[in-house]
């Protein structure tokens, strides 16, 4: 048993071993990737620059990248002419309360629709899938009527609630990382009298981290970035979420770009906070939410 | 299994006596079975029950409602005028020009945002997927942060850049022919809809390298070490060996952007609002729903809109035969 081969060793996002790989195709990729990294940031870059303008800089005919002075004090500005902080409040609360009830209900109907026998459990999750399909749009109105039945307009609640309960997303993604996990691992503990409610949280759960770090993040970006529904059921200046609380005041100060910009990188940063901590589970966790050939 | 329990009738013999034990042994270990199956669906309702309530309450319930609104004359601000005119919205919006004109710019930001997003995507995953192990994690975080920046916020960075007054696409890229200072981006259908779908695709494009990323990460090394012995070239390579394997990775990216990009909304409202025909099916929606209080008729377009997107689902499944809800990915 001590000389068995250790699979687990092995990293599975490690790129297939490549004997002889020649210069020109290295070449090539470096260009393509730094072409590709330019691509990707130029726009951001021009963000970050422009934040740091001041406004005759930005309306001038000869715009450049880099600012003639670092306007720092435009984030000041920022802080100050808007409610940033009370917005970066209430979307990192709504975000991580969301997240919370997300990454939880997905986990245990993800489970219950891989490993778990009941009567109805197929039929009903291809009709779960089925939601994934349905567009926002269609659901708007009456999702607003049922909110202003229940008193929740300009609450934390019409922000939550609606969310907090799973989605078919995030149960589609549990389900085929359950999926994936050895048949074995489950009839070793039943022998050993575990019940299956034991299994998930003893066995299964701790080897979830990458599909749950996956999970996380797509559900962190997606309610960071909502905007038409918190613009419908939020008037209040004290519950805006960024996405709303940026678009309104735009109206505002319609021609300061640098306010806007600025506005921009802040709620960028707790995003690049999100990737950084998850990152090195993250593409790990997609490779395994079962999208084999 | 059931006609082997048989009711034990009075056995004499010996024989019968041990069958009769063995059937009760038998009965007992069922039941115990049985118990740990009534369990075990038990606690399955109990795990998916909050998943069937929310379908229940945040989907089917509303699509059901919209799709009652959408048979009434229903305007907010009249309600006392309410009245049921069968297809009579359907009617309206199928003869309208302005849905189908929506209809046939939502289909054209979706083919194209797609299909340059898939080839762009691939060829990022494909540098990221080669690239050394120090460099990987600097990488996708690089690559992740148009991702990672509000749509809305980056809509509105798209439309500066590209604003005749204080954007900067005008005067660096006046080599380009048809680029100048006088160029209004926004004043006509064709080069708004060119900034709609450039930034759309920035923002997203990370999302599907990633997605192709994890696929590229499951094609076997030694069928491309095997491939690559036999003599193929890399694009024989590519097009023999990597892509056939990534058939699922492929399928489920192109699914999930498409569903995505058909129901644009936020750089739209942003940058044009609808103006000079970039109107798209869900901004129409909600200009007749939200904007105009006309609950029947946005109701009758968001039906439609949902039509559509089965459409695609269903076409989608059938062209690549991938089995979405089908067990262990054997797509």
Known sequence: ?293 | MSTQITPAAGGRTPQAAADQEEAEVRRGHEAERSDRTRAEARLGWYLAGPAFVVMLAVTAYPILQATFDSLFRFKLTAQDEREFIGLGNYSMILTDPVFWSSMWVTLLITVVTVLVELVLGFALALVMHRAVRQLRGLLRTAILVPYGIITVVSAFAWFYAFDINSGFVNSWFSWVPGIDENLNWFAETGPSLFVIMASEIWKTTPFISLLLLAGLAQVPGDLEEAAEVDGATWWQRLKRVVIPNMKAAIMVAVLFRALDAFRIFDNVFIMTGGANNTQVLSLLAYDQSISRLEIGLGSAISVLLFLCVLLICFAAIKLFKVDLAGARGEG
């Open chain 1, 1 to 293: 048993m001590t000389i068995s081969v250790r699979p687990d060793t092995m990293d599975p996002a490690a790129p297939p071993r490549r004997p002889r790989r020649s210069t020109v195709s290295r070449v090539i990729a470096y260009v393509l990737l730094s072409l590709g990294a330019l691509a990707c940031l130029l726009p951001f870059l021009w963000m970050l620059s422009t934040s740091l303008k001041s406004s005759t800089e930005i309306f001038s005919f000869e715009p450049s990248l880099l600012p003639e002075a670092l306007r720092w004090e435009n984030y000041v500005r920022l802080f100050e002419a808007l409610p940033m902080a009370r917005m970066l409040l209430n979307s990192v609360f709504v975000t991580l309360t969301v997240t919370l009830g997300q990454v939880t209900f997905c986990c245990t109907a993800g489970y219950a629709f891989a490993r778990l026998k009941f009567p109805g459990r197929d039929k009903l999750f291809v009709l779960y899938l089925g939601t994934m399909m349905v567009p926002f749009m269609v659901t708007l109105v009456p999702a607003y009527a049922i909110i202003r039945e229940l008193g929740w307009i300009n609450t934390y609640w019409a922000l939550i609630v609606p969310q907090f309960f799973g989605s078919a997303y995030g149960t589609f993604l549990m389900r085929q990382f359950f999926m994936t996990l050895p048949q074995e691992l489950e009839d070793a503990a039943t022998i050993d009298g575990c019940g299956p409610l034991r299994i998930f949280w003893k066995i299964f759960l701790p080897l979830t981290k990458p599909a749950v770090a996956t999970l996380a993040v797509f559900n962190i970006l997606g309610v960071w970035n909502d905007f038409l529904w918190p613009l419908l059921v939020i008037q209040d200046n004290d519950l805006k979420t960024l996405p709303i609380g940026l678009a309104t005041f735009q109206g505002l100060y319609a021609t300061d770009h640098s306010l806007l910009m600025a506005g921009a990188v802040v709620s960028l940063i707790p995003m690049l906070i999100a990737f950084l901590f998850a990152q090195k589970y993250f593409v790990e966790g997609i490779a395994l939410s079962g999208m084999k050939a």
